[in-house]
């Protein structure tokens, strides 16, 4: 799975910078879904003022999806003979 980041400026001037977004397909089920909740997060972290340089979206997908969602989206095939 591909990933991509987002570094922008908040209310303040801090620099921010969100990474581990996931890159989807067109026809995802997920896709939808992923672009409300980075768009909430990043609104979140746009008003907020006290803050960290960097953020996982990742793993502020894990806190706030369902589990089974979760694994679907970030699904790792088995690798053969540990390759």
Same mark, same amino acid.
């Given at each position: 799975?591909?990933?991509?980041?987002?570094?922008?400026?908040?209310?303040?001037?801090? +620099?921010?910078?969100?990474?581990?977004?996931?890159?989807?397909?067109?026809?995802?089920?997920?896709?939808?879904?992923?672009?409300?909740?980075?768009?909430?997060?990043?609104?979140?972290?746009?008003?907020?003022?006290?803050?960290?340089?960097?953020?996982?979206? +990742?793993?502020?997908?894990?806190?706030?999806?369902?589990?089974?969602?979760?694994?679907?989206?970030?699904?790792?095939?088995?690798? +053969?003979?540990?390759?």
């Amino acid at each position: 799975m591909l990933f991509k980041s987002l570094e922008f400026k908040n209310v303040v001037g801090q +620099k921010v910078k969100v990474i581990d977004i996931p890159v989807l397909m067109e026809d995802s089920t997920y896709k939808f879904m992923i672009q409300v909740r980075l768009q909430t997060y990043v609104t979140s972290l746009y008003n907020e003022k006290n803050l960290k340089k960097c953020y996982s979206f +990742k793993d502020y997908l894990k806190k706030v999806m369902k589990w089974p969602d979760y694994e679907q989206l970030f699904k790792v095939g088995e690798l +053969k003979n540990n390759a």
